[in-house]
């Protein structure tokens, strides 16, 4: 039976990136296939999101086999039914300085698990997986170098064409409107896609990306969430095409700065873009504690369970660091935003009636990026006025925001089945 869902993680690990996948792979097969993980810069270096992914298949290896060996249910249907593809994607911005989080992160992105806690990573030979063709099962030599390398070739799919490629290889090769697409990093690789051949990016369900703040405030700058800050341009031009006329919101490249000059859009597309927003207005208010952390990891850390020790290496560090910076995250309060899982959890139970977009859904929101003090700044039109007609009211609303076809049409969420539920299902989901 074919899952419900079918999706494509575009990511930067990242603790709550690694919270996210590690939620994906441990749904029910009948619920969730990971198609494709698709490494972008962000929060770390690219290379360094890659290890961090390859580290959990590592890992999870090692839990199935120590799973087993103690009676437990294995879980984690992801990679036991599933074969997901990995694929390594841009590497900087689509124009201006690149930006990272490893100051928040760490500079591996796992809060230096990597250094401290070395025998929870993969032994370095992964790399060359990356960098030649996959051995040839069939030929008994090269069957016995795969196995050699002592790493989880069995879980994943390395891929040696960019991830923007394998992007709408993956979408072509699909049915229309059966892969959705989840953004947890910057939205680089889907501008990219998006920029190379806009119809079959359109094939997509929808897309999902945690990123942008529009009520509330940053979380880089007073305006920007890192995502969207990371790489505005490509988030502007991935929400243009939620516009039934994209050139009306498409970004203008910046002159004298290092750039990709991507083509524009066709003035006429098959569709817009189901485009839905998970932004800091949402994804500040669903949390995981420390005590709900601990109550869910620590028998099993004392029990030997590899998962529940290499979460616990890079999450006790994070919420120490949460305790640090902010007030009110004291003792068992101390807690991690859940801004990447939010995605997954959505797109699991998004039937449910309790998801609620903005009462202005679906809203105008657009990009900032050349402003000096807002880049990556997610605007939205707060103004109690109708849309209308273009009328040549152009004095009164410049920037056309209030036209009947011009602008974007961005779904942002902002109530969910419970905040309280969030941790909760997705520790379950992950520990069992």
């Not at 074919?2 to 996948?21: E, M, Q, S, Y």
């Amino acid at each position: 039976m074919a899952p419900k869902h079918r999706v494509i993680i575009d990511t930067d690990p990242g603790v709550d990136d690694v919270l996210a996948i590690l939620y994906a792979l441990a749904s029910k097969a009948e619920d969730l296939e990971v198609v494709l993980i698709s490494l972008t810069f962000g929060n770390v270096d690219v290379r360094s999101c890659l290890r961090n992914v390859v580290a959990i298949f590592h890992i999870l290896e090692k839990e199935l086999q120590w799973r087993k060996e103690h009676g437990k249910p294995l879980g984690f249907e992801g990679i036991t039914n599933y074969r997901p593809i990995v694929a390594i994607g841009a590497e900087e911005p689509l124009q201006d300085r690149i930006e990272s989080a490893d100051y928040f992160h760490g500079i591996d992105g796992l809060a230096g698990t990597h250094s401290s806690h070395p025998h929870f990573s993969p032994e370095e030979s992964w790399k060359r997986l990356f960098e030649q063709p996959p051995p040839d099962p069939s030929l008994t030599e090269l069957a016995k170098e795969e196995a050699d390398l002592e790493e989880p070739t069995r879980s994943f799919v390395p891929s040696l064409v960019p991830a923007h490629q394998e992007i709408l290889r993956i979408l072509k090769e699909n049915e229309p409107d059966t892969i959705t697409l989840i953004s947890i990093g910057p939205l680089t690789n889907f501008a990219l896609a998006a920029a190379e051949d806009p119809e079959t990016f359109l094939r997509c369900k929808e897309v999902v990306t945690m990123g942008g703040t529009v009520d509330g405030i940053g979380n880089v700058t007073p305006v920007s969430e890192f995502n969207v800050y990371a790489d505005p341009y490509a988030a502007a031009r991935v929400y243009a095409l939620s516009s039934p006329i994209p050139a009306s919101t498409m970004p203008v490249p910046m002159e004298g700065e290092r750039s990709f000059h991507l083509a524009t859009y066709p003035a006429q597309l098959s569709r817009p873009l189901k485009l839905t927003l998970m932004s800091l207005d949402i994804t500040e208010y669903h949390m995981l504690s420390r005590g709900l952390f601990t109550r869910h990891a620590s028998s099993l850390v004392e029990h030997g369970s590899p998962l529940a020790q290499w979460m616990t290496a890079f999450m006790t560090p994070m919420l120490e660091k949460m305790e640090r910076l902010h007030i009110g995250h004291e003792g068992e309060g101390a807690a991690l935003a859940l801004h990447d899982p939010l995605c997954i959890w959505y797109v699991l139970t998004q039937d449910d009636a309790r998801w609620k977009p903005s009462a202005r859904s679906p809203e105008d929101i657009r990009v900032e990026t050349a402003g000096q003090w807002t880049r990556g700044m997610t605007v939205g039109d707060k103004r109690a006025r109708k849309r209308r007609n273009s009328d040549g009211e152009v004095p009164h609303d410049r920037g056309n925001w209030l036209g009947n076809r011009s602008g974007n049409r961005v779904y942002r969420m902002l109530e969910s089945p419970g905040r309280d539920v969030a941790g909760q299902t997705i520790m379950e989901t992950i520990l069992g």
